[in-house]
């Protein structure tokens, strides 16, 4: 298999530590609002990675965190809470903020058929203490790690003190720039908020490992003690301690959107290695953004930072978004306005018309064409390159295999692309419908041409046009 890997910049032979099995640590939402659709598309694409490897045979030990404490707007130091400051917006405590959230999180998997960390559809309704099992894990259960963390840090000679914070020394770990390609001088200190840093801190790039309960935080409601007094953990130091604490010092692989890559994951391979001696993660996978058709970063005040429910409100499926943003490559901009997506449904609905224009009563009757099967494997092993993988199946249903066979390798390929054929071939032509096309061809036999036609309005109701054919009646989603 090939990936692309963010440190070397270059699609490499990806090989697991061990053989026949791959530990993933994916960085997990900021469970402050709704995700909105960039931070869905990040999901998409680290499910078709986790489904993929699961189609190719390997066991996947992955992990996803849930940032509930220290993530800072606009990731810098300085910034607010955004946990916090959401909490004081909604009148309600930081941790209720957090369940509150964690539940829309398990919700937008589920609807959009992604699996969790565990490699389940996990119902949203689950108790949350249960989460742990499925290897959704939170910040605020790992702040002892994250503590023991510093401290090999600071043993190492990593770290300085302030009044305000414990800070990493960036000067202290010289290949800081490797994973962004950044020359770390041009970060200019306090750029956004001057009055508010911290005086003692030596160079801008330093990053907080240690907030103390002082000054701008003197009222932070989440804090623990901790050998530097009163405080609460920076950003970067939640997914070093977790990742290194649920998969080991080294790891396979380590997922997260582009954006992360010059502060948040910078900051955590320095902080690895500080401790290690060494990285921890093999392969750095990113996913690009979502653009919009000016370039706009996403965000509410612009309004474009669209949910899920802001999208099944405009009339599109989940399954809809699912298919728009897997039909191009995790490394492949995006773009995302209403036209596009509209466009993704109609395609979706297009394949899943031609899946039933084949005729087949009985889904699981047919075999696997192995011939494909190893072709859609090679499209995953390219760097999960699930536009030739739709091409194939394009192929497929054009060809002149059996069509009992051609719907049975289909619907075994959305073991990966998770679009949920089968489940819409069975709902969409519901008993009901069946009933009305029976009673508009005995119509038609009759040659009561009126009442087929009033059978066929009914049907388009239920969101289906009739098409009578030499074959007989055909159906297409409307
Ligand atoms: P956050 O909740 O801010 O920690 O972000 C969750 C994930 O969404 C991270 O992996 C981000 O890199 C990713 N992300 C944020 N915005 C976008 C976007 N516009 N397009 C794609 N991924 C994004
Ligand atoms: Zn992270």
């Excluded at 009148?91 to 969790?116: C, H, M, Q, T, W």
């Excluded at 000067?171 to 001088?185: A, I, P, S, T, V």
């Excluded at 249903?397 to 054929?421: A, H, N, P, Q, Y």
Aim: net charge negative; with cysteine.
């Amino acid at each position: 298999m090939k990936l692309y890997n963010s440190l070397t910049k270059q699609i490499e032979d990806f090989k697991p530590l061990k053989e026949g099995e791959v530990s993933i640590y994916s960085c997990g939402p900021t469970v402050y609002s709704d995700m909105h659709v960039g931070n869905l598309r990040a999901y998409a694409e680290w499910d078709i990675l986790h489904r993929s490897l699961l189609y190719l045979g390997y066991d996947v030990n992955r992990v996803m965190n849930f940032t509930d404490v220290g993530h800072m707007s606009d990731d810098d130091d300085f910034g607010e809470d955004k946990l916090e400051e959401s909490a004081s917006k909604q009148g309600i405590d930081p941790f209720e903020i957090a369940n509150k959230y964690i539940r829309s999180v398990l919700s937008d998997f589920y609807k959009l058929n992604y699996l969790s960390p565990s490699g389940e559809l996990l119902d949203p309704e689950i108790d949350l203490e249960e989460l742990k099992k499925h290897n959704w894990v939170r910040a605020t259960d790992y702040i002892d790690e994250m503590i023991d963390f510093i401290k090999k840090l600071e043993a190492n000679g990593y770290t300085y003190e302030t009044e305000q914070a414990v800070y990493f020394d960036v000067m202290k770990y010289e290949d800081y720039g490797k994973l962004c390609g950044q020359d770390l001088r041009e970060k200019e200190v306090g750029v956004r908020d001057e009055g508010e840093v911290d005086e003692e801190k030596r160079n801008p790039a330093d990053f907080v490992l240690w907030m103390k309960k002082v000054g701008k935080y003197k009222n932070h409601i989440m804090s623990w003690n901790s050998p530097w007094g009163e405080g609460f953990p920076g950003w970067h130091i939640e997914c070093s301690a977790m990742s290194s604490n649920l998969l080991g010092e080294k790891f396979d692989i380590h997922t997260g959107g582009v954006d992360l890559i010059p502060v948040h994951h910078s900051n955590e391979r320095a902080q690895n290695c500080g401790v290690y001696g060494h990285d921890s993660v093999r392969y750095w996978l990113h996913n690009e953004f979502i653009r919009t058709p000016k370039d706009e970063k996403l965000s509410k005040s612009r309004g474009n930072a669209l949910t899920l429910e802001d999208i099944i409100d405009g009339g599109i499926e989940p399954m809809d978004l699912r298919f728009h943003y897997i039909s191009v490559n995790y490394r492949t901009p995006l773009q995302f306005n209403w036209e596009v997506l509209e466009k993704s449904r109609r395609d979706r609905i297009s394949l899943l018309n031609r899946i039933r224009d084949l005729d087949v009563e009985d889904y699981s009757s047919g075999e696997l064409l192995e011939d494909y099967v190893e072709k859609f494997k090679d499209c995953l092993r390219d760097n999960l390159n699930i536009s030739s993988a739709l091409a194939l199946i394009s192929d497929l249903l054009k060809s002149d295999e059996k069509c009992e066979d051609i719907v049975k390798t289909i619907l075994d390929f959305d073991r990966v692309l998770g679009l949920r054929i089968y489940e819409s071939l069975q709902e969409d032509v519901s008993e009901e419908v069946k009933k009305l096309l029976e009673e508009r061809k005995k119509a038609r036999e009759e040659k009561d041409f009126e009442q087929s036609d009033t059978l066929r309005d009914e049907i388009a109701k239920h969101g289906f046009k009739v098409m009578d054919t030499p074959e007989g009646q055909k159906l297409e989603k409307i």
